[in-house]
T-cell receptor
Framework: AQSVTQLDSQVPVFEEAPVELRCNYS??????LFWYVQYPNQGLQLLLK??????LVESINGFEAEFNKSQTSFHLRKPSVHISDTAEYFC??????????FGSGTKLNVKP | EAQVTQNPRYLITVTGKKLTVTCSQN?????MSWYRQDPGLGLRQIYY???????DKGDVPEGYKVSRKEKRNFPLILESPSPNQTSLYFC????????????FGEGSRLTVL
């Protein structure tokens, strides 16, 4: 079975500061990894994904995540956050694109 | 506009009164799935369907039923709702063979009294 741990339920940060949202997973098989973002009163949207190849993946809005197989982690980072990044972020894994396992979410609160 | 549509968006009901939450997608996706979102627990998968007439259990299927008679629709049925099914429910779809991107509906907030 797979499980995903997001240790930080809330992360407050000032605008233009860097941020890291942590994600660790456990699995007995290879998995594919995702970060989804949920803005208030909306469904989730894909932010970025790791399927294979380079362990560093980037999104179009400045976020990046690095897959670390030895530490079973997929932390999300952004060097300079904006107010508009305020949202809840979910890490997810799947072994086969059919069953998906999500973490408990991290609420990023960007303050002016 | 490509979208996943859920109805109702909000519902308050009573224990034992059967209800159905509908989900429809206009992207011709083969795969559809249902999740519930609870504070501190994130999203947990209830059921998924890889195509018409093909469904399988996720992690928390107890108390729910699904059917997939048409490609675009994937209703979630609560035959006898109980208060522990009070939750925010999301439907999602993706194209089979696509690399994992799920398209989510806007959610259905269900309260069972």
């Amino acid at each position: 079975a797979q499980s995903v741990t997001q240790l930080d339920s809330q992360v407050p940060v000032f605008e233009e500061a860097p941020v890291e949202l942590r994600c660790n997973y456990s699995s007995s098989v290879s998995v594919y990894l995702f970060w989804y973002v949920q803005y208030p009163n909306q469904g989730l949207q894909l932010l970025l994904k790791y399927l294979s190849g380079s362990t560093l993946v980037e999104s179009i809005n400045g976020f990046e995540a690095e897959f670390n197989k030895s530490q079973t982690s997929f932390h999300l980072r952004k060097p300079s956050v904006h107010i508009s990044d305020t949202a809840e972020y979910f890490c997810a894994v799947t072994p086969n694109f059919n069953k998906f396992y999500f973490g408990s979410g991290t609420k990023l609160n960007v303050k002016p | 506009e490509a979208q996943v549509t859920q109805n109702p968006r909000y519902l308050i009901t009573v224990t034992g009164k059967k209800l159905t939450v509908t989900c429809s997608q206009n992207m011709n996706h083969e795969y559809m799935s249902w999740y519930r979102q609870d504070p501190g627990l994130g999203l947990r998968q209830i059921y998924y369907s890889m195509n018409v007439e093909v469904t399988d259990k996720g992690d928390v299927p107890e108390g729910y039923k699904v059917s997939r008679k048409e490609k675009r629709n994937f209703p979630l049925i609560l035959e006898s709702p109980s208060p522990n099914q009070t939750s925010l429910y999301f439907c999602a779809s993706r194209r089979q063979g696509a690399t994992g991107e799920l398209f989510f509906g806007e959610g259905s907030r269900l309260t069972v009294l």
